[in-house]
């Protein structure tokens, strides 16, 4: 079965520094999506960026960006130019290719943004 | 369209109490996911629809667990019997039938048995 660990339950940031979170994942599969999602305080998950296996290039969106490393079997995500509003939980998601495509989560990063 | 929708919000239920929570997904998205998530964890996946049928069960959904998406629009998850390990947060997500889609979710349904 896919795991996702993330090993950092909380990290803190001062805004408009970088902060990078960890996630490393085990799966057999050799093609498969990553993704990193954002769950605010009470209000609803939302996706941040995703990377899909296959692909070297590591993706980008705008200031998030991933390290993708495929052979580690590790997927850290880069926030650049925090902000407050970037405070939230963080969760890294596995999803298979194929079949129910259900998203398999770690456990969450929770970020504080420091003014 | 406002995205994935869920009701209630909040339930607060009695121990032994029967509750049903409703999803409406993304209108034209065919697959339907309902999860758990409870404190300090990640969600963690209990069914799967495409369309109406009920294609993937986790092992988490227990016997006093259904879940139902007649017509494949909008789905209920009912909890028979409810125990004090009910109480999460049920999220519910939504998506095209296609591999390259992403997965929307609704804002949860936080149920607390006490």
């Known amino acids: 079965a896919q795991t996702v660990t993330q090993s950092q339950p909380e990290m803190s940031v001062q805004e408009a520094e970088t902060v990078t979170l960890s996630c490393t994942y085990d799966?057999?599969?050799?093609?498969?999506?990553l993704f990193w999602y954002k769950q605010p305080p009470s209000r609803q998950m939302i996706l941040v960026i995703r990377q899909e296996a296959y692909k070297q290039q590591n993706a980008t969106e705008n200031r998030f960006s991933v390290n993708f490393q495929k052979a580690a079997k590790s997927f850290s995500l880069k926030i650049s130019d925090s902000q407050l509003g970037d405070a939230a939980m963080y969760f890294c998601a596995y999803r298979a290719q194929g079949g129910s495509e259900k998203l398999v989560f770690g456990k969450g990063t929770k970020l504080t943004v420091n003014p | 369209d406002t995205g994935v929708s869920q009701d209630p919000r909040h339930k607060i239920t009695k121990r032994g109490q029967n509750v049903t929570f409703r999803c409406d997904p993304i209108s034209e998205h065919n697959r339907l996911y309902w999860y758990r998530q409870t404190l300090g964890q990640g969600p963690e996946f209990l069914t799967y629809?495409?369309?109406?049928?009920?294609?993937?069960k986790s092992r988490l959904l227990s016997d006093r667990f259904s879940a139902e998406r007649p017509k494949g629009s909008f789905s209920t998850l009912e909890i028979q019997r409810t125990e004090q390990g009910d109480s999460a947060m049920y999220l519910c997500?939504?998506?095209?039938?296609?591999?390259?889609?992403?997965?929307?979710f609704g804002q949860g349904t936080r149920l607390t048995v006490v």
């Open positions: 629809f495409q369309n109406e049928a009920q294609l993937e």
């Open positions: 997500a939504s998506s095209f039938n296609s591999m390259n889609t992403e997965a929307f």
């Open positions: 799966t057999s599969e050799s093609d498969y999506y």
